[in-house]
């Protein structure tokens, strides 16, 4: 598989990367971060010298120290220490990587140095309003990251699915489009049972709306809107991310993040989304990579529903800015303005 590599990608929640080696595999490349002077450093963890896992060293002096015969290097990926010999091997290079903290998530860029644009990194409003109380996890998922994000694009799944959050008998109606690179599907019920009960939100039924915003290349920002039947005006608006980076081809790193609505327990609203993304999502998805095998979705020869529009949207989207990529055209995610035909 081909990845977008002139891109953003979420490799680490902040709270995850601390003064040791702290190590995540993703687009087939094992990286190793660690801090240094309040920022962090991102090299390929493997040093070219008889290729062990730079993560299992130390940080000495601000400079990761390979486990196996000693050599340092800094964060720039140069080798300045050699115990064997007072010279440092010149051709001791280690590949560093652009890396930013915002917003309590660790952004890393795997393609070329010199283009990486902190401005591109995807907007999630509610990751910097430091206002509302969130809850966030993350999960490693057995599967291809186009189908997760086939399954966050196509939220109709939620009916059979997810059965907590209200009965079967009802048809979302679902529109989609594309607003400057960032495809956007919405999911409107008009007469979704009350799963919030009525002493929330008064009646047997509410009016319910899901808009997602995909940015490539994987990141899904969705806001839940929940008002009385028949009525526009929400009672509870719930913005979350679904944040998605490939390890493998077929294995997928799930970040993701809630707002906790005023009034919610942040313990209970982390238990229902787990139970939602780990014990429904999760397994539905991986046993779908399962029977596909090693096949491409278009390989199958899909049957494509009404539903499947934003997901659809998405993948077209995605396959453009990958061959716009190696093509040699500028194709930064969020910018690139070609269009699969």
């Known amino acids: 598989m081909s990845f977008l590599k002139n891109a953003w990608y979420m490799i680490a929640w902040a709270s995850e990367i601390g003064e040791t080696p702290f190590t995540r595999k993703i687009l087939d490349t094992s990286i190793v971060l660690y801090r240094q002077d309040e920022s962090i450093v991102a090299l390929a963890n493997r040093c070219p010298h008889r290729f062990a896992p730079l993560s299992n060293g130390q940080i000495v002096g601000g400079n990761i120290q390979c486990p196996y015969h000693g050599l340092q290097f800094d964060r720039h990926g140069t080798c300045v220490a050699n115990p064997l010999s007072p010279v440092a091997p010149s051709a001791a290079k280690v590949r560093s990587f652009p890396v930013r903290d915002l917003h309590g998530a660790v952004w890393i860029w795997m393609g070329d140095f010199g283009a990486a644009d902190s401005a591109a990194i995807p907007t999630i409003p509610h990751h910097a309003d430091l ?6 996890g993350t999960t490693l998922a057995q599967a291809d990251y186009r189908l997760l994000s086939d399954n966050l694009m196509d939220l109709t799944h939620t009916a059979f699915l997810h059965p907590a959050l209200g009965g079967r008998d009802y048809v979302p109606k679902v529109r989609s489009w594309e607003d400057s690179g960032t495809i956007v599907v ?18 047997h039924t509410v009016r319910h709306r899901d808009t997602i915003h995909w940015h490539a290349p994987s990141v899904h920002v969705l806001t839940s809107q929940t008002s009385q039947a028949g009525s526009d005006e929400p009672v509870i608006v719930i913005p979350s991310a679904h944040i998605l980076t490939p390890e493998t081809a077929t294995t997928t790193h799930y970040f993701w993040s809630s707002v906790v609505p005023v009034g919610f327990a942040p313990e209970m609203m982390r238990e229902v989304l787990i139970q939602a993304f780990d014990h429904e999502d999760k397994p539905m998805v991986e046993a779908v990579q399962k029977m596909m095998g090693d096949k491409d979705l278009w390989e199958l020869n899909p049957v494509l529903l009404a539903s499947d529009v934003g997901a659809v949207r998405v993948r077209r989207k995605l396959a453009a800015l990958i061959e716009a990529e190696q093509a040699n055209t500028t194709a930064v995610a969020g910018v690139c303005t070609h269009v699969a035909r």
């Open 131 to 136: 206002e509302v109380e969130k809850v966030t």
């Open 186 to 203: 919405e999911f409107l019920v008009s007469d979704l049972p009350n799963f919030f009960g009525e002493e929330v939100i008064p009646g």
